[in-house]
């Protein structure tokens, strides 16, 4: 069953404006990731952040993580119309099935020029 | 190859037929996963391969499902009897090794499933 909750469920913004998604989980983490998806169909990873970690950054990217609230959210400054995609949160529950992702249903990001 | 192959992109069957879906990950990758993922949904797991063996298979559907690693290498997703429900992108995805503290897993562009 899906764990993780995102929202919303779709951001609709102009360029230049910064993008804010939230996820939320269930159950503890060994780590969350990001990734996004153009046209339903490959997965492009983002970013990783380990349950022991708070704040990553990369590039135009910063994802908190809250393991006491259990969510996390990933930023997107200075957006631009290529950033429209759909992002989807993943978290590794760890245990026996190492790298196994449980994902989110998605926030769909539109970026008007 | 430089990423995760997987063939055919697209197909389309009909109720009742067999299926095969393969996947050739990334060279040296030892950890191997399918996904399903339906429209406006995010994936969902599957089967998880570790070398050779389904290390966790407890995603898979039913029992007209089955996925085989042979070499440790590329990998066939199976289903057998296919059912209108079962159509939707099946995603597989590679890693160096489903290890502590989490890597990273690399896409294939899926294979879309269209039963008629």
């Known amino acids: 069953s899906q764990q993780g909750e995102e929202d919303p469920q779709a951001l609709s913004i102009q360029e230049g404006e910064n993008a804010t998604m939230n996820c939320s989980y269930k159950t503890s983490i060994n780590n969350l990731q990001w990734y996004r998806q153009n046209s339903g169909r490959g997965l492009v990873h983002l970013i990783l952040i380990r349950s022991n970690e708070r704040e990553k950054h990369s590039g135009r990217l910063r994802v908190t993580l809250d393991t006491s609230k259990k969510s996390s959210s990933l930023l997107i400054t200075a957006s631009r119309a290529a950033d429209t995609a759909s992002y989807f949160c993943a978290t590794d529950h760890g245990g026996t099935s190492y790298g196994k992702l449980t994902f989110g249903q998605g926030t769909i990001l539109t970026v008007h020029p | 190859g430089a990423g995760v192959s997987q063939t055919p992109s697209n197909k389309v069957t009909e109720k009742g037929k067999y299926v095969e879906l393969r996947c050739d990950p990334i060279?040296?990758?030892?950890?191997l996963y399918w996904y399903r993922q339906s429209l406006g949904q995010g994936p969902e797991f599957l089967i998880y391969f570790q070398g050779t063996g389904a290390a966790d298979d407890s995603g898979l559907p039913n029992d007209r499902f089955f996925a085989v690693r042979p070499e440790g290498s590329v990998s066939t997703l199976k289903i057998q009897r296919t059912e209108r429900g079962d159509s939707a992108v099946y995603l597989c995805?590679?890693?160096?090794?489903?290890?502590?503290?989490?890597?990273?897993?690399?896409f294939g562009q899926g294979t879309r499933l269209t039963v008629v």
């Open positions: 995805a590679s890693s160096p090794k489903g290890g502590q503290g989490g890597t990273e897993a690399f």
């Open positions: 060279s040296g990758h030892t950890a």
